[in-house]
């Protein structure tokens, strides 16, 4: 933990006068699951297996996922093709524990897989774990997030979670 004081090559400077009145605090460093210390295209090729997955494959998987997941909604919750309301949320709900349980573990969804694809933790290369993958999830059902990328294609979704998603082949 900080002291709240500079210090140089010699040792701890002396801290400069509080006035009366006022309170000092130290500074906390808050780290987001993203570190600005990692940049998720150091050492990825530009095509093939580890390279970034590209948007019309992202998009495929996407669609054989919400379709996997509206015949599940069917199936289990009574899902009826273009319902309203709350019915209209039975294959979201399906959607995202699908995406919150195997990409957690696995780092892909069934579509992911389908389609070469892998969700990573920018740190390390492995699966996201229940954080990361809970944050994906959450946000990726709200959508915006997934349609607002940088440069690389990498979603602000992925951006929040320290993910990445990657080609495998």
């Not at 590209?54 to 054989?64: D, E, G, T, Y």
């Amino acid at each position: 933990p900080s002291s709240g004081t500079p210090s140089d090559a010699h040792g701890p400077a002396t801290a400069p006068p509080v006035p009366a009145g006022t309170e000092s605090f130290d500074v906390v460093r808050v780290e987001y699951l993203d570190s600005d210390d990692a940049d998720p295209a150091e050492n990825r090729p530009v095509e093939g297996p580890g390279s970034f997955a590209r948007l019309a494959p992202r998009a495929v998987a996407l669609l054989i996922d919400w379709a996997l997941c509206s015949v599940i909604a069917m199936g289990l919750l009574g899902y009826r093709w273009g319902g309203s309301g709350a019915e209209g949320f039975k294959p979201l709900a399906v959607f995202a524990v699908e995406n919150l349980l195997l990409v957690s573990t696995l780092g892909m969804t069934l579509g992911h897989r389908v389609m070469g694809m892998q969700v990573q933790r920018v740190s390390d290369g492995a699966a996201p774990g229940l954080l990361a993958g809970a944050v994906r999830t959450v946000l990726l059902c709200l959508a915006i997030p997934a349609v607002v990328t940088d440069s690389s294609g990498r979603g602000l979704h992925d951006k929040l979670a320290g993910t990445v998603i990657v080609r495998t082949r």
